[in-house]
T-cell receptor
Framework: KNEVEQSPQNLTAQEGEFITINCSYSVGISALHWLQQHPGGGIVSLFMLSSGKKKHGRLIATINIQEKHSSLHITASHPRDSAVYICAVRARGGATNKLIFGTGTLLAVQP | GAVVSQHPSRVICKSGTSVKIECRSLDFQATTMFWYRQFPKKSLMLMATSNEGSKATYEQGVEKDKFLINHASLTLSTLTVTSAHPEDSSFYIC??????????????????FGPGTRLTVL
């Protein structure tokens, strides 16, 4: 079993829909990252969380440390949001800044 | 925000040759950089941690003589794939975390990723 699990693995949505991607982890962490990878391959860091909630534009990320769970929400989804979304955690006590990655969620938003 | 660049973005080489990939932090100093490999439709696999001024730390199963890492300065790490074989064909990505004091406080411990290098070995 992976230390970081994401669901769903694949998600297809219609433009305008509210989207939720979930991430569960089994290790103690010091931070959790949400990353976005477009088909060209480049990775962009969307959020880094250690508690609570963060919002950036149409994106919202939440984390529940006690339940070891995080969610990424996309409001009013758009075809340009189509990408792979990756959850990654920095384990507490481990090598500084070394990340453990989830397997990613492939999101396709159809017009 | 901080920027990490990689060069080249795409390389095709013959089997048996060596290929060097550069990872640069453009507006901050990075004492540590990470090198990842990604297979199609798979997540990133950490290969090694590049440390400025000291030897790289390799993950289990990664051949250090095959994948040579040199962290020559606070802004440059290189990955050299030696005697490349078709099974080395992959997407290679680097990342650099921002250490305290090296950039605005809002970026502390953020990781910035390079755009990746697609290696094809014929």
């Amino acid at each position: 079993k992976n230390e970081v699990e994401q669901s769903p693995q694949n998600l297809t949505a219609q433009e305008g829909e509210f989207i939720t991607i979930n991430c569960s982890y089994s290790v103690g962490i010091s931070a959790l990252h949400w990353l976005q990878q477009h088909p060209g391959g480049g990775i962009v860091s969307l959020f880094m969380l250690s508690s609570g909630k963060k919002k950036h534009g149409r994106l919202i990320a939440t984390i529940n440390i006690q339940e070891k769970h995080s969610s990424l929400h996309i409001t009013a989804s758009h075809p340009r949001d189509s990408a792979v979304y990756i959850c990654a955690v920095r384990a507490r006590g481990g090598a500084t800044n070394k990340l453990i990655f989830g397997t990613g969620t492939l999101l396709a938003v159809q017009p | 925000g901080a920027v990490v660049s990689q060069h080249p973005s795409r390389v095709i080489c013959k089997s048996g040759t060596s290929v060097k990939i550069e990872c640069r932090s453009l507006d901050f100093q990075a004492t540590t950089m990470f090198w990842y490999r990604q297979f199609p439709k798979k997540s990133l696999m950490l290969m090694a941690t590049s440390n400025e001024g000291s030897k790289a730390t390799y993950e289990q199963g990664v051949e250090k003589d095959k994948f040579l890492i040199n962290h020559a300065s606070l802004t440059l790490s290189t990955l050299t794939v030696t005697s490349a074989h078709p099974e080395d064909s992959s997407f290679y990505i680097c990342s650099a975390p921002v250490a305290p004091g090296k950039l605005l406080a809002t970026f502390y411990n953020e990781q910035f990723f390079g755009p990746g290098t697609r290696l094809t070995v014929l």
